[in-house]
Protein backbone atom coordinates (compact mmCIF):
# COMPACT_ATOMS: atom_id res chain seq x y z
CA UNK A 1 0.00 0.00 0.00
CA UNK A 2 3.07 1.97 0.72
CA UNK A 3 4.24 2.54 -2.87
CA UNK A 4 1.48 2.84 -4.45
CA UNK A 5 -1.25 5.45 -2.09
CA UNK A 6 1.68 7.61 -0.64
CA UNK A 7 4.90 7.42 -2.70
CA UNK A 8 3.19 7.50 -5.67
CA UNK A 9 -0.16 8.14 -6.03
CA UNK A 10 -0.96 9.33 -9.30
CA UNK A 11 -1.44 6.03 -10.86
CA UNK A 12 -4.26 5.22 -8.83
CA UNK A 13 -5.86 8.66 -9.08
CA UNK A 14 -5.76 8.64 -12.38
CA UNK A 15 -7.84 5.21 -12.66
CA UNK A 16 -10.28 6.25 -10.34
CA UNK A 17 -10.13 9.25 -12.14
CA UNK A 18 -10.77 7.46 -15.59
CA UNK A 19 -13.86 5.47 -13.36
CA UNK A 20 -15.08 8.50 -12.79
CA UNK A 21 -15.15 9.70 -16.30
CA UNK A 22 -16.83 6.72 -17.59
CA UNK A 23 -19.60 6.84 -15.10
CA UNK A 24 -19.89 10.26 -15.83
CA UNK A 25 -20.40 9.30 -19.47
CA UNK A 26 -22.81 6.26 -18.95
CA UNK A 27 -25.06 8.70 -16.31
CA UNK A 28 -25.14 10.78 -19.48
CA UNK A 29 -26.03 8.44 -22.27
CA UNK A 30 -28.70 6.51 -20.31
CA UNK A 31 -27.81 5.74 -16.84
CA UNK A 32 -29.17 7.44 -13.74
CA UNK A 33 -28.28 9.20 -10.20
CA UNK A 34 -26.53 6.24 -9.34
CA UNK A 35 -23.69 6.77 -11.77
CA UNK A 36 -23.45 10.12 -11.07
CA UNK A 37 -23.01 9.35 -7.34
CA UNK A 38 -20.71 6.27 -8.30
CA UNK A 39 -18.78 8.72 -10.33
CA UNK A 40 -18.63 11.76 -7.61
CA UNK A 41 -16.88 8.89 -5.38
CA UNK A 42 -14.72 7.75 -7.87
CA UNK A 43 -13.37 11.43 -8.06
CA UNK A 44 -13.52 12.29 -4.13
CA UNK A 45 -11.53 8.78 -3.94
CA UNK A 46 -9.25 10.21 -6.90
CA UNK A 47 -8.57 13.39 -5.22
CA UNK A 48 -8.05 12.10 -1.64
CA UNK A 49 -5.36 9.53 -3.05
CA UNK A 50 -3.81 13.12 -4.42
CA UNK A 51 -3.87 14.76 -1.05
CA UNK A 52 -2.63 11.53 0.99
CA UNK A 53 0.26 11.39 -1.02
CA UNK A 54 1.13 15.02 -1.11
CA UNK A 55 0.59 15.06 2.92
CA UNK A 56 2.36 11.76 4.07
CA UNK A 57 6.05 11.65 3.56
CA UNK A 58 7.27 7.90 4.37
CA UNK A 59 10.39 6.62 4.85
CA UNK A 60 11.21 6.30 1.27
CA UNK A 61 10.45 9.64 0.17
CA UNK A 62 13.48 11.12 3.28
CA UNK A 63 15.70 8.57 1.90
CA UNK A 64 15.51 10.15 -1.80
CA UNK A 65 15.38 13.58 0.02
CA UNK A 66 18.65 12.97 1.92
CA UNK A 67 20.41 11.56 -0.60
CA UNK A 68 19.30 14.78 -2.94
CA UNK A 69 20.75 16.70 -0.07
CA UNK A 70 24.32 14.75 -0.03
CA UNK A 71 24.54 14.85 -3.61
CA UNK A 72 24.27 18.67 -3.90
CA UNK A 73 26.53 18.87 -0.70
CA UNK A 74 28.81 16.60 -2.68
CA UNK A 75 29.08 19.03 -5.90
CA UNK A 76 29.09 21.71 -3.99
CA UNK A 77 32.56 20.34 -1.91
CA UNK A 78 30.56 21.18 1.29
CA UNK A 79 32.39 18.72 3.99
CA UNK A 80 30.45 19.91 6.84
CA UNK A 81 26.95 20.07 5.68
CA UNK A 82 27.49 16.35 3.68
CA UNK A 83 28.93 15.24 6.97
CA UNK A 84 25.91 16.31 9.26
CA UNK A 85 23.74 13.70 7.26
CA UNK A 86 25.18 10.87 8.49
CA UNK A 87 24.59 9.38 12.29
CA UNK A 88 27.69 9.15 13.63
CA UNK A 89 27.50 4.92 13.58
CA UNK A 90 27.71 5.44 9.48
CA UNK A 91 29.18 2.84 7.41
CA UNK A 92 30.25 3.05 4.21
CA UNK A 93 30.85 -0.26 2.22
CA UNK A 94 32.37 -0.77 -0.88
CA UNK A 95 30.96 -3.05 -3.69
CA UNK A 96 28.49 -5.34 -1.45
CA UNK A 97 26.36 -4.06 2.10
CA UNK A 98 28.20 -7.50 3.51
CA UNK A 99 31.62 -6.20 3.23
CA UNK A 100 33.28 -4.69 6.01
CA UNK A 101 32.78 -1.28 6.43
CA UNK A 102 34.42 1.79 6.50
CA UNK A 103 33.67 4.18 9.66
CA UNK A 104 32.76 7.53 9.87
CA UNK A 105 36.15 8.92 10.22
CA UNK A 106 36.66 6.75 6.46
CA UNK A 107 33.33 8.90 5.63
CA UNK A 108 35.00 12.05 6.39
CA UNK A 109 38.05 11.50 4.78
CA UNK A 110 36.20 10.80 1.52
CA UNK A 111 33.98 13.76 2.00
CA UNK A 112 37.11 16.20 2.48
CA UNK A 113 39.02 14.34 -0.93
CA UNK A 114 35.75 16.08 -2.71
CA UNK A 115 37.24 19.53 -1.76
CA UNK A 116 40.15 18.72 -2.80
CA UNK A 117 41.52 16.28 -5.06
CA UNK A 118 38.32 14.23 -6.21
CA UNK A 119 36.71 18.34 -6.56
CA UNK A 120 33.40 17.50 -9.02
CA UNK A 121 33.37 19.59 -12.17
CA UNK A 122 30.00 18.12 -12.84
CA UNK A 123 27.35 16.03 -11.96
CA UNK A 124 24.26 13.85 -13.59
CA UNK A 125 21.88 11.96 -11.35
CA UNK A 126 20.85 9.24 -14.00
CA UNK A 127 18.27 7.91 -11.88
CA UNK A 128 17.05 7.73 -7.98
CA UNK A 129 14.76 5.17 -6.56
CA UNK A 130 13.64 4.82 -3.67
CA UNK A 131 12.09 2.23 -1.30
CA UNK A 132 10.49 2.39 2.49
CA UNK A 133 12.36 -0.43 4.74
CA UNK A 134 9.94 -0.33 7.95
CA UNK A 135 8.54 2.68 9.96
CA UNK A 136 11.60 4.29 10.26
CA UNK A 137 14.20 3.12 7.83
CA UNK A 138 14.28 3.74 4.17
CA UNK A 139 16.73 3.08 1.30
CA UNK A 140 17.30 5.03 -2.18
CA UNK A 141 19.71 3.68 -4.85
CA UNK A 142 21.18 6.49 -6.64
CA UNK A 143 23.05 6.10 -10.30
CA UNK A 144 25.20 9.22 -11.36
CA UNK A 145 27.74 9.84 -13.94
CA UNK A 146 30.18 12.44 -12.33
CA UNK A 147 33.07 14.65 -13.78
CA UNK A 148 35.90 15.43 -11.33
CA UNK A 149 39.35 17.50 -11.94
CA UNK A 150 40.75 13.96 -12.31
CA UNK A 151 38.97 12.29 -14.64
CA UNK A 152 39.19 12.93 -18.32
CA UNK A 153 35.39 11.59 -18.60
CA UNK A 154 32.41 11.24 -17.12
CA UNK A 155 32.28 8.21 -14.56
CA UNK A 156 28.99 6.15 -13.85
CA UNK A 157 28.74 5.08 -10.01
CA UNK A 158 26.09 3.21 -8.55
CA UNK A 159 25.26 3.74 -4.82
CA UNK A 160 22.66 2.51 -2.26
CA UNK A 161 22.06 4.78 0.41
CA UNK A 162 20.50 3.72 3.90
CA UNK A 163 18.43 6.48 5.81
CA UNK A 164 17.07 5.84 9.50
CA UNK A 165 15.12 8.59 11.61
CA UNK A 166 16.76 9.25 14.85
CA UNK A 167 15.15 10.52 17.59
CA UNK A 168 11.37 10.24 18.88
CA UNK A 169 8.99 9.82 16.17
CA UNK A 170 6.24 12.03 17.51
CA UNK A 171 8.86 15.29 17.53
CA UNK A 172 9.56 14.36 13.78
CA UNK A 173 12.91 13.27 14.40
CA UNK A 174 15.52 13.83 11.68
CA UNK A 175 16.68 11.56 8.81
CA UNK A 176 20.47 10.55 8.62
CA UNK A 177 22.17 8.02 6.73
CA UNK A 178 23.17 5.25 8.64
CA UNK A 179 24.48 2.91 5.80
CA UNK A 180 25.79 4.26 2.40
CA UNK A 181 27.49 1.34 -0.38
CA UNK A 182 29.12 2.39 -2.62
CA UNK A 183 27.89 -0.64 -5.22
CA UNK A 184 30.03 0.05 -8.20
CA UNK A 185 32.25 1.79 -10.64
CA UNK A 186 31.91 1.87 -14.02
CA UNK A 187 29.68 -1.24 -13.39
CA UNK A 188 32.11 -3.00 -11.87
CA UNK A 189 32.81 -3.07 -7.76
CA UNK A 190 35.01 -0.28 -6.64
CA UNK A 191 38.24 -0.90 -4.96
CA UNK A 192 38.50 -0.61 -1.17
CA UNK A 193 38.95 2.89 0.08
CA UNK A 194 39.02 4.19 -3.43
CA UNK A 195 39.74 7.63 -1.70
Known amino acids: MTPWLYENPIPLAVLLGAVAAFLVFRAVTGGGRRELLLAATAAGLSAGALLVGRTVVTPGEHARATTERLVDAAVAAKVDDAYALFTPDAV ?102 LW
Do not use: H
Open 92 to 193: LNYGRRESQGVSLTGIRRALESLATVNRIDSNRITRLDFQTLDASTGEAELLCSTGTVRSTMMVPTRWIVRVRRIGDAAAGGSWRIDRITFVSLFGKPPPQN
